[in-house]
């Protein structure tokens, strides 16, 4: 309990220390279940948008969502068109030379490949993967050819319509479209351990807000309500802290 009171007690000092601003603007992509998407009445939602709410919620802030492409979503970052990016971003030394990044709150979990064929050449063949990821970066280290595409979706079709032998992405995001496909879609190859973990980014300059959000994410980690929305969005197998 005294750890508990402690870090509520740091949390509402960064909050009100922290910020000069109004409102808080949540960058997010919008296309990537469950980790972000949009929903049936054109809202966002999912597993980041009800943890953001949350941390803002602890953080005594007010904070409103903004949705970007994939592509785009850093460089915007910096530009200020919102002031944090949660989008399923892994932890990256790569990434972290240009904006700054909270603890995780998703633990590091693995990366997969999807084909229609168990036969598929996902080693040497055509991978297909979004632009500007990890797992895209992954596919041009090895010896298949990358085909990039700006959204995860696009990903999915290539392999579909024959375009690619194979997607790689990360496995919470494939495993639900592969138990929905009808054994269209299979899992190829071995899982790949891949990153440090997802986290919140911010610009680097934003060092309070970092504060900020780092000891929400803490009184979270803490009292167990993050393992309960892992659990909620990627089910009982999940990483939990």
Same mark, same amino acid.
């Not at 530009?79 to 790569?94: F, H, L, P, V, W």
């Not at 080693?123 to 010896?143: F, L």
């Given at each position: 309990?005294?750890?508990?009171?402690?870090?509520?007690?740091?949390?509402?000092?960064?909050? =009100?220390?922290?910020?000069?601003?109004?409102?808080?603007?949540?960058? *997010?992509?919008?296309?990537?279940?469950?980790?972000?998407?949009?929903?049936?009445?054109?809202?966002?939602?999912?597993?980041?948008?009800?943890?953001?709410?949350?941390?803002?919620?602890?953080?005594?802030?007010?904070?409103?969502? %903004?949705?970007?492409?994939?592509?785009?979503?850093?460089?915007?970052?910096?530009? =200020?068109?919102?002031?944090?990016?949660?989008?399923?971003?892994?932890?990256?030394?790569?990434?972290?030379?240009?904006?700054?990044?909270?603890?995780?709150?998703?633990?590091?979990?693995?990366?997969?490949?999807?084909?229609? =064929?168990?036969?598929?050449?996902?080693?040497?063949?055509?991978?297909?993967?979004?632009?500007?990821t990890i797992q895209a970066a992954h596919v041009a280290e090895g010896d298949a050819a990358l085909?990039?595409?700006?959204?995860?979706?696009?990903?999915?079709?290539?392999?579909?319509?024959?375009?690619?032998?194979? %997607?790689?992405?990360?496995?919470?995001?494939?495993?639900?479209?592969?138990?929905?496909?009808?054994?269209?879609?299979?899992?190829?190859?071995?899982?790949?351990?891949?990153?440090?973990?997802?986290?919140?980014?911010?610009?680097?300059?934003? *060092?309070?807000?970092?504060? *900020?959000?780092?000891?929400?994410?803490?009184?979270?980690?803490?009292?167990? *309500?993050?393992?309960?929305?892992?659990?909620?969005?990627?089910?009982?197998?999940?990483?939990?802290?």
């Amino acid at each position: 309990m005294k750890t508990l009171l402690t870090t509520a007690a740091a949390l509402s000092l960064a909050a =009100s220390a922290a910020l000069a601003q109004d409102v808080i603007r949540m960058g *997010t992509e919008g296309a990537y279940p469950p980790y972000n998407f949009i929903n049936d009445a054109g809202d966002v939602d999912g597993f980041e948008i009800e943890l953001g709410n949350e941390l803002c919620t602890r953080a005594e802030l007010t904070c409103e969502w %903004v949705t970007n492409d994939w592509d785009s979503i850093i460089p915007n970052l910096v530009s =200020s068109n919102y002031d944090t990016i949660m989008a399923g971003m892994s932890i990256t030394d790569e990434r972290d030379e240009v904006i700054d990044f909270t603890q995780d709150y998703y633990p590091p979990t693995e990366s997969a490949y999807v084909a229609t =064929s168990e036969d598929a050449d996902w080693e040497t063949g055509v991978v297909a993967g979004q632009a500007a990821t990890i797992q895209a970066a992954h596919v041009a280290e090895g010896d298949a050819a990358l085909i990039e595409f700006a959204t995860p979706e696009e990903t999915v079709a290539a392999v579909r319509n024959g375009e690619a032998d194979a %997607v790689f992405a990360d496995y919470d995001y494939l495993k639900p479209l592969v138990d929905a496909s009808g054994g269209e879609l299979v899992f190829v190859g071995e899982p790949v351990p891949l990153g440090d973990g997802i986290g919140m980014g911010l610009r680097e300059s934003d *060092t309070e807000l970092k504060e *900020t959000f780092d000891a929400a994410i803490t009184s979270m980690k803490e009292d167990g *309500t993050l393992n309960e929305m892992l659990v909620k969005w990627f089910g009982e197998d999940i990483g939990q802290y």
